[in-house]
């Protein structure tokens, strides 16, 4: 089945305990980025990656990182989480970064930082 | 700055009555207007489409209608079903001529939030 994985699906933290949530996709994507949504203001863009090896900054990449060394896989990092990413995260890819191509979705990662 | 402002934030309608969500957008790089379904504790989903070369797509019961001029769209959920109750996106992305990265890279607005009554 085609799909996106996202693990762990919900995750209770302490300020300043790094994490790592991983994302995988196998459907041959070479697009793939990472969401964060927020009550009352929607899906904000994090970090995006046209191909291996090639990641750029979104638009709330602050506190963040991102690799990626394989093709399927997307993890995204926080280094010393804090409150404010409380957040529910989402993964996706797409085929490539082709304006028309459908974004295909994770299940969501429901993070709390305390 | 949220480039695509969306309207209402929730939404209760009847069953069998019209659902209607509004969007509106500044960029004029923005050639390209799909709109995202998402049930409770899943992932976005793409519902339906449309260039801004056509006022109008129809799916089943969904309707996008699109006024350029105004930099306005809508989503239209005629016929509305308890099973349509979920998050609404719109969303925007710029065509090629937008250049570098900006090209593909969806701007969402902030969701509707529709809940159909039996």
């Known amino acids: 089945e085609a799909q996106v994985t996202q693990n762990p699906r919900y995750l209770i933290t302490v300020t300043g305990k790094k994490l790592t949530v991983t994302c995988s996709q196998n459907m041959n994507h070479e697009y793939m980025s990472w969401y964060r949504q927020d009550p009352g203001l929607g899906l904000r863009q994090i970090y995006y990656s046209m191909n291996v090896e090639v990641t750029d900054k979104g638009d709330v990449p602050e506190g963040y990182k991102v690799s990626r060394k394989e093709k399927r896989n997307f993890p995204l990092i926080l280094e010393s989480p804090s409150p404010n990413q409380t957040s529910l995260y989402f993964c996706a890819s797409s085929l490539s970064q082709r304006a028309r191509n459908e974004q295909f979705f994770g299940p969501g990662t429901r993070l709390t930082v305390l | 700055q949220q480039q695509v402002k969306q309207s209402p934030q929730s939404l209760i309608v009847q069953k069998g009555g019209i659902s209607i969500i509004n969007c509106a957008y500044e960029?004029?790089?923005?050639?390209?207007f799909p709109w995202y379904q998402q049930f409770p504790g899943k992932g976005p989903a793409l519902l339906i489409a449309?260039?801004?070369?056509?006022s109008e797509k129809k799916e089943g019961r969904f309707t996008i209608s699109f006024n350029k001029s105004a930099k306005q769209f809508s989503l239209h959920i005629m016929d509305s079903q308890p099973g349509d109750s979920a998050t609404y996106f719109c969303a925007a992305t710029p065509g090629r001529g937008a250049g570098g990265t900006s090209y593909g890279k969806l701007t969402f607005g902030q969701g509707t939030i529709l809940t159909v009554h039996p």
């Open positions: 960029n004029t790089a923005f050639d390209y």
């Open positions: 449309i260039r801004p070369d056509v």
